[in-house]
């Protein structure tokens, strides 16, 4: 029974009582360069206005060809210009569907109510 209870107490203490030698690694945070894939994907699939969805979508696989290369400037410079070309796919395409909306609710149902009531008048001549 005491060869157990010592076992016991040895436990929580260290068997070699070599230096403890600690190593630390410094890991510079990288700089986060967003390359606007997705956003640019959705432009051209949706919103490809004069193929700026597409264009977008081009220069966003560069940059992220550039980031995985480490050319982060690069990438920075690809990257804006994706952005401001998925902006700009982005404002057109609502206008364009914004403007066909208008089109199918108000313009529509007038020209067709004209040409009804033309066809009407016609008839009785």
């Known amino acids: 029974m005491i060869n157990r209870e010592q076992e016991m107490a040895n436990w929580g203490t260290p068997q070699i009582s070599a230096p403890v030698t600690t190593t630390v690694v410094n890991i510079q945070p990288e700089t986060a360069v967003?390359?606007?894939?997705?956003?640019?994907?959705?432009?051209?699939?949706?919103?490809?206005?004069?193929?700026?969805?597409?264009?977008?979508?081009?220069?966003?696989?560069?940059s992220r060809d550039r980031k995985m290369a480490g050319d982060m400037t690069g990438a920075q410079s690809y990257s804006s210009t994706a952005k401001c070309l998925n902006i700009w796919a982005l404002v057109l395409g609502l206008l364009g569907t914004i403007g066909f909306i208008v089109f199918l609710v108000f313009v529509l149902p007038a020209v067709l109510y004209a040409i009804l009531q033309a066809k009407q008048n016609n008839r009785g001549y």
């Open 34 to 62: 967003p390359d606007h894939i997705v956003w640019s994907l959705f432009n051209t699939l949706f919103f490809n206005v004069c193929c700026l969805g597409f264009v977008a979508f081009a220069y966003s696989v560069k």
